[in-house]
């Protein structure tokens, strides 16, 4: 909110979020991040102070191209142009036949035996383990194994 302070937004941040990976315990410092560009974030501490540190784990690995890249900033917004998102099942848009083909053609394969020829696109990492399982159950039941259906898990 555009003339906000920034106790106020610690405030409500303390008041509605829980944080990933962080006690709920209002004693631990909370950063606000004022900018991100490359490596680099720029934060402001609840005491006002400013610091500017190296992202080294890449905002949790998905942003390992850096903030603001400037060509994928610019895939991104050629993207927006059309649309943001739509729903997948039962339907298609030219970026993810492009995509799907793309890599179905740099995937390897094994001499004398075919290639990846479909490509399953999940947009998080639950979601590709949970179609992972799905697909390896349909394939051994279409294998002529439909009692194969146990996982193998470590805890």
Same mark, same amino acid.
């Given at each position: 909110?555009? /003339?906000e302070?920034?106790?106020?937004?610690?405030?409500r941040?303390?008041a509605?979020?829980?944080?990933? =990976?962080?006690p709920?315990?209002?004693?631990l410092?909370?950063?606000?991040?004022?900018?991100?560009d490359?490596?680099?974030? @720029?934060l402001r /501490?609840?005491?006002?102070?400013?610091?500017e540190?190296?992202?080294?784990?890449s905002?949790?690995?998905?942003v390992?191209h &850096? =903030?603001?890249?400037?060509?994928?900033?610019a895939?991104?917004h050629?993207?927006l142009?059309?649309?943001s998102?739509?729903?997948? &099942? &039962?339907l298609?848009h030219?970026p993810?036949?492009?995509?799907?083909? @793309?890599l179905?053609d740099?995937?390897? *394969?094994?001499? &004398?035996?075919?290639?990846?020829? @479909?490509?399953?696109?999940?947009? *998080?990492?639950?979601?590709a383990v949970?179609?992972?399982?799905?697909?390896?159950?349909?394939f051994?039941?279409?294998? /002529?194994?439909?009692?194969?259906?146990?996982?193998?898990?470590? @805890?």
């Amino acid at each position: 909110m555009s /003339g906000e302070t920034q106790p106020d937004l610690i405030q409500r941040d303390r008041a509605r979020l829980w944080h990933p =990976y962080a006690p709920a315990s209002p004693d631990l410092p909370l950063w606000e991040v004022e900018a991100a560009d490359g490596v680099r974030l @720029r934060l402001r /501490g609840e005491d006002g102070a400013r610091h500017e540190v190296v992202d080294a784990m890449s905002s949790w690995w998905s942003v390992i191209h &850096g =903030y603001r890249n400037p060509v994928l900033d610019a895939a991104a917004h050629r993207q927006l142009e059309s649309f943001s998102h739509v729903m997948f &099942g &039962g339907l298609t848009h030219a970026p993810a036949v492009e995509l799907a083909e @793309r890599l179905v053609d740099m995937a390897p *394969s094994a001499p &004398g035996q075919p290639g990846l020829e @479909r490509v399953f696109l999940a947009d *998080s990492g639950s979601v590709a383990v949970e179609v992972s399982m799905k697909l390896a159950v349909q394939f051994q039941t279409a294998s /002529g194994h439909p009692l194969r259906q146990r996982f193998l898990s470590i @805890r």
